[in-house]
């Protein structure tokens, strides 16, 4: 068989790309570079999908579009500009979700292969899933700054997508980020999905954090029983904890300025909410206490002269910064900038834009927004001594935003067209994971490849491995394990689950009966469903038709688990168990699930690998497997000691996004 990179030049090669029907998912930072490499290389049939719109964040790093096309589709606007390249090429390019039932395994069979540039992992592992169902070959892709990656994934003959463990976004305790924050991304959490909510959103929208604060939960308060505790003191708390989740305190009263609004707004939630936080002593035996903010300790007199002329703003998005001339977004704010800025979001919001109080919904590209999250934020670090953040740090936090770079984008779409091609031309055993360094390995390679991995027989979608989840079957409702455990930890779209006698299922040819029956059982926990519920040592059988993907979940009952660690209250772990036995304190360590890292939306496994006459480890900021390097490029040994080339522990995992591998 000829050899790459002669077989690029092969007649049979030339005759694959011009006569394959390749699909594209994804037309953003990668997706737009891998379009217009495909059809410069000869690619004429190609499909592409993407469910997003062009925003102008998006401009510095998509070439193919323009600021004219802020808001049209990203599919339709690359597929018009690609053609301008090679108008003879065939692109039909679709605005829509992945996931829709109409992009089913037939769909998938239809094409030669489907290459990857998707910024969820949800969507990922789906596209995986039916890419094994069509026997049809992925091409999977990833960059974070100057580190990229290209991996391919053939069925039966290398590891699919979820063959290795992928890191879950992180997530927090929601006592924490209501009462004990002690990091900036708490702080944030807390502005954009509960204040900003609150204030702007729709006022039936609910998020986790609103549902009870936990007084219920040990660290909130004196346990029953314990001196000091008694039916009164519950009572109080219980009514004080009622009037502080109570939305309608964050409604504006009939009469009241914006600006008293504001004024009201800001000692509800700096004064009387965390003076009401004061009062659980318990919470602050080994924490340092909070400090309520009142307006009436701050120089007003400054904040008003600021605060005039709030609707005297320029043509141009009404901006909080712009009107109160704070033009350096890298700057951190003081106590009376973020109190500043603060009331002056608001009274813009409800002076400005108040056709969208009552629905908006937090987007990192409305400067409004940013603003009115990065100085609520602000002031809750302050109140809380914790570090603040500037408004280019707090919307790339509060965005999920992990900066691009074309450069990177363009040399990955390269790889992926170079595996595309020997993947057509059946020459299999040439393809290679390819991966981008920062540096050069050794000194003179920037570009490692390796070999594709064999494909792992305890994957869970390829392979035949049970899962072993640990949660408390007595408090967890099927509603939490749908969402939380099948959707969220293992993207499944539309799950049928079974236990002994017990079925629910998901679906668009399901009866109303049947929906009804599924409804009802929503809200009973695991424990009391009908067939004898899900018990300790239960198998639950999950199946998603239109994924074509089976898992066996092997339940082990668990009341203590630790909530910093397990915040959404189970732990999954991908080793194929043995008999389930009874819950001891030693379970925690036996059964440990995937670790999470606060990321991006979406995340990945990067391998990066050191070439054999490199002596010394290559390693990054602690993740769960080793690291590469320091958040200032610097090297450094990781834990796990030097990476010896004639072991898989050479491979050290960075999570990524669609456009990004995110080192923590």
């Not at 719109?53 to 606007?77: D, P």
């Not at 908006?360 to 302050?382: H, Y």
């Not at 494909?455 to 969402?483: D, I, R, W, Y």
Request: proline letters at 5%; a negative charge; charged letters at 25%.
């Amino acid at each position: 068989m000829t050899l790459w990179p002669a077989l690029a030049r092969s007649d049979e090669a030339k005759h694959k790309i011009k006569q394959s029907k390749v699909l594209c998912v994804g037309a953003g930072g990668i997706g737009c570079e891998l379009l217009k490499t495909l059809v410069l290389t000869g690619f004429v049939n190609i499909h592409v999908i993407d469910m997003d719109t062009i925003e102008t964040s998006n401009l510095n790093r998509q070439f193919l579009f323009r600021k004219h096309h802020v808001g049209e589709s990203k599919a339709k606007v690359a597929a018009e500009a690609v053609k301008r390249f090679r108008p003879e090429a065939k692109i039909q390019a679709d605005q829509g979700n992945v996931k829709e039932p109409k992009y089913d395994v037939d769909f998938f069979k239809s094409f030669d292969l489907v290459m990857n540039g998707l910024d969820n992992l949800e969507a990922r592992r789906h596209v995986n899933r039916l890419c094994l169902a069509a026997e049809t070959a992925l091409i999977e892709s990833g960059t974070a700054g100057y580190l990229g990656q290209a991996t391919v994934h053939l069925r039966g003959k290398t590891e699919c997508f979820e063959c290795q463990p992928k890191q879950a976004p992180k997530t927090y305790p929601v006592c924490t980020i209501r009462n004990t924050p002690d990091k900036p991304i708490h702080c944030i959490v807390w502005a954009k999905d509960l204040l900003f909510q609150r204030l702007f959103g729709r006022a039936d929208a609910v998020t986790d954090l609103d549902e009870g604060a936990a007084p219920s939960d040990p660290t909130q308060g004196p346990a029953e029983g314990q001196d000091g505790a008694g039916p009164q003191a519950d009572q109080e708390e219980a009514k004080e904890q009622k009037e502080a989740e109570d939305p309608s305190a964050f409604l504006r009263q009939d009469g009241e300025t914006a600006e008293a609004y504001a004024c009201r707004i800001f000692e509800r939630v700096y004064g009387h909410d965390i003076e009401r936080v004061l009062r659980m002593e318990d919470l602050w035996t080994t924490r340092k206490p909070p400090t309520a903010l009142h307006l009436t300790d701050l120089p007003l007199s400054t904040a008003s002269s600021h605060q005039n002329g709030a609707s005297q703003q320029t043509a141009g998005p009404v901006s909080a910064c712009k009107s109160l001339g704070y033009t350096d977004q890298h700057n951190d704010w003081t106590l009376l900038e973020n109190t500043q800025v603060f009331l002056k979001a608001i009274r813009l919001f409800l002076e400005q834009r108040s056709h969208d109080v009552g629905a908006a919904v937090f987007d990192k590209d409305d400067d409004l927004a940013v603003e009115f999250v990065t100085a609520a934020a602000n002031l809750r670090s302050i109140a809380y001594g914790v570090p603040t953040q500037s408004l280019f740090a707090a919307k790339g936090m509060a965005g999920n935003i992990i900066h691009a770079i074309a450069t990177t984008n363009a040399i990955i779409a390269g790889f992926i067209v170079i595996e595309a091609i020997k993947v057509l031309a059946g020459a299999h055993d040439q393809c290679k994971a390819s991966f981008l360094m920062q540096r050069p390995v050794g000194g003179r390679f920037l570009v490692q490849p390796l070999p594709p991995s064999e494909p792992n027989k305890e994957c869970m979608v390829c392979g035949t491995a049970q899962l072993q989840l640990a949660l408390n079957t007595t408090s967890m409702t099927l509603a939490h394990f749908v969402n939380k455990v099948l959707k969220g930890r293992l993207s499944v779209h539309q799950p049928t689950i079974m236990c002994d006698g017990f079925v629910y299922e998901e679906g668009d040819d399901l009866d109303e009966e049947e929906l009804e029956a599924n409804a009802a059982n929503l809200p009973k926990t695991l424990h009391s469903l009908p067939g004898g519920g899900v018990k300790h040592g239960s198998i639950v059988q999950v199946d998603d038709q239109a994924q074509h993907f089976k898992v066996s979940l092997v339940v082990s009952h668990q009341e203590d688990l630790e909530e910093e660690e397990h915040p959404e209250g189970f732990k999954l772990a991908g080793s194929v168990p043995q008999a389930a036995q009874e819950p001891d304190q030693n379970q925690d360590k036996a059964a440990a699930g995937p670790s999470t890292n606060a990321a991006a939306d979406d995340e990945d496994d990067c391998m990066i690998v050191e070439p054999k006459h490199v002596k010394k480890a290559i390693t990054a900021k602690a993740v769960s497997a080793g690291v590469l390097s320091d958040v200032n490029g610097k090297r450094k040994r990781g834990a796990g000691g030097p990476v010896g080339p004639e072991t898989d522990k050479r491979l050290k995992k960075a999570r990524l996004d669609a456009d990004v591998i995110t080192l923590d």
